[in-house]
């Protein structure tokens, strides 16, 4: 009698749906939702500010502003670079990461250390090592070659790391079902890789739309420093603001690009699969010329630009260093960046915490609005807070809280990604035990939740600052007046062909930048 007169939500259609999804939205804190709601609305400020000002201009502006041969040049040499530094950062990349994986050469952990530290030179910094040698490699093919070598870490970690993971198992089965090495790595091992290759692609593809200072420095024009040279030459902002609009756009087309040839695959396995180390293919008589050829790379890579920088501080003949100039600028660099990290790891806790704790659709939503800063360049970020800040905030316009704004919403990404990965780690059974001792809401936090993430939350503040500590674009549109960093300071001697007075400020960026190379190699290490 009961089963039949009482309401059924499973009988009804969307019957069970409606009173799951309420219990749902009552599951979120009101204070946390608006929190994480708040920042997530703070890291889409320029994405917004792009997408109401390419509306609001008008159809008729908008053509008279995109219909131009210069934005079909912009176009095409922004398209050709990012395609071709994508294709070879990715061979390079994958290349050598399986040279070191999965090969006999000789010394790899020497190699695996070699092929990482290029990320610790910033690319315009490199840009400036191999301009100040000789100017052949100033247009196309100089840019192609130098961020290329800037780059292709970013391919060669994530494939290096998936190989490590790599069942070998799978690669004994197709041998003994009589493919051959080159088949098996063809048809077995690269579509295992293909989600590694096109991440690390997409990161060079997203990094270099967002490159100005190495590309301006080799006089070769794309959508990032024609919209730097608008701004500050003419103060035109409705030119470019659209400029901005379509290198949004291309940023948009190129993570769609990403999700699409990365298609609906999966990847996962049962089980750990097999815990031996994959067998090491012999490189036999290859090994001299495979040697060879990663010492070039290196060589073209670290010893062209470190060369440089050591030549310029030794025989520079405007070369000096001014103690207490070096100083100031190393201690605002590192204040910057410092508050950058404090307010951007404080941004990343509610929503890091809402997205784990939480799980649903609003929060997977504001999770995910975090990341589209990230995926913009910074002169987008900075035009957009620049213009915002002269219309309607004219009190935070080149202010050091505007700058930090700007840093956070750049490097949101960098904190969450650390943050979510160590908030899942904790129990929440530990807070409701700590509750049902008699525990406030506040004290659980500082005493139990805090320490227990403290580690992710110093390795998301440490990216977020070696990131902000040598960031050129956004800081030379935002930075007060009179602000000086290593970025500005050594941008503003190697501009005015001062490689001596520059190479100061370039080494220590460089030094600033080593741990972050440390970290990546030791990550390396642990993983296996």
């Known amino acids: 009698m009961t089963l039949t007169t009482a309401p059924s939500t499973a009988s009804r259609p969307g019957g069970g749906a409606r009173p799951s999804s309420r219990r749902r939205r009552r599951r979120y804190p009101r204070a946390l939702l608006a929190t994480s709601t708040l920042v997530t609305l703070i890291a889409l400020i320029p994405l917004i500010f792009v997408a109401v000002y390419t509306v609001g201009v008008g159809w008729d502006e908008a053509l008279r502003l995109l219909v131009r041969p210069r934005i079909g040049e912009l176009l095409w040499n922004t398209t050709r670079l990012a395609l071709a530094c994508m294709a070879l950062s990715a061979v390079i990349g994958t290349g050598a990461a399986w040279l070191v994986e999965r090969s006999d050469l000789p010394g790899r952990r020497i190699w695996n250390v070699l092929l990482v530290v290029p990320l610790a030179i910033p690319a315009f910094v490199n840009s400036f090592g191999w301009v100040s040698v000789t100017a052949a490699v100033e247009g196309y093919g100089g840019a192609l070659l130098i961020v290329t070598m800037s780059y292709f870490p970013l391919v060669y970690l994530p494939v290096s790391a998936a190989l490590r993971g790599l069942d070998p198992a799978l690669e004994e089965t197709a041998n003994a079902l009589g493919n051959g090495r080159w088949r098996t790595f063809t048809r077995v091992v690269l579509p295992q890789l293909r989600p590694a290759m096109l991440g690390g692609a997409l990161l060079v593809g997203l990094h270099l739309l967002a490159e100005f200072g190495a590309l301006q420095m080799l006089r070769f024009p794309t959508f990032t420093t024609a919209i730097y040279d608008q701004y500050r030459s003419t103060f035109n902002g409705p030119a470019a603001n659209m400029l ?148 309607y905030t004219e009190t935070l316009y080149q202010t050091v809280p505007l700058l930090v704004i700007g840093y956070a919403i750049l490097f949101l990404p960098r904190a969450m990604v650390s943050l979510r990965a160590a908030i899942a780690q904790v129990p929440p059974v530990l807070d409701d035990v700590a509750h049902a001792l008699g525990a406030t809401r506040t004290g659980t936090l500082w005493r139990v939740t805090l320490p227990l993430i403290a580690r992710g939350l110093g390795a998301g503040a440490a990216l977020v600052f070696l990131a902000a500590v040598t960031e050129l674009t956004a800081t030379l549109l935002l930075s007060p007046t009179g602000t000086e960093t290593l970025a500005t300071e050594f941008w503003a001697n190697s501009s005015n062909i001062e490689y001596g007075a520059a190479a100061p400020y370039a080494a220590l960026m460089v030094l600033i930048s080593a741990p972050a190379t440390y970290l990546l190699t030791r990550e390396a290490r642990n993983s296996r």
Do not use: K, M
Not at 299 to 305: E, S, Y
Not at 352 to 366: D, E, F, I, K
């Open 244 to 391: 901005a609009g379509v290198l949004v756009l291309c940023c948009l087309l190129l993570l769609l690009g990403e999700l699409r040839l990365r298609g609906q695959a999966r990847y996962a396995r049962l089980g750990a699969g097999s815990p031996r180390p994959a067998a090491r293919a012999r490189l036999g008589i290859v090994t001299v010329p495979v040697l060879l050829a990663l010492a070039a790379l290196i060589t073209l890579a670290l010893g062209v630009p470190l060369g440089s920088l050591a030549h310029w501080l030794i025989t520079g003949s405007s070369t000096a260093f001014p103690v207490d100039t070096l100083l100031t600028t190393t201690a605002t660099s590192v204040g910057l960046a410092a508050a950058a990290a404090l307010v951007t790891s404080l941004l990343a806790l509610p929503v890091a915490w809402l997205c784990v704790r939480h799980p649903g659709r609003a929060s997977t939503l504001l999770e995910r609005g975090t990341y589209f800063g990230n995926a913009l360049p910074g002169i987008v970020v900075a035009l957009a807070l620049v213009t915002i800040s002269i219309r």
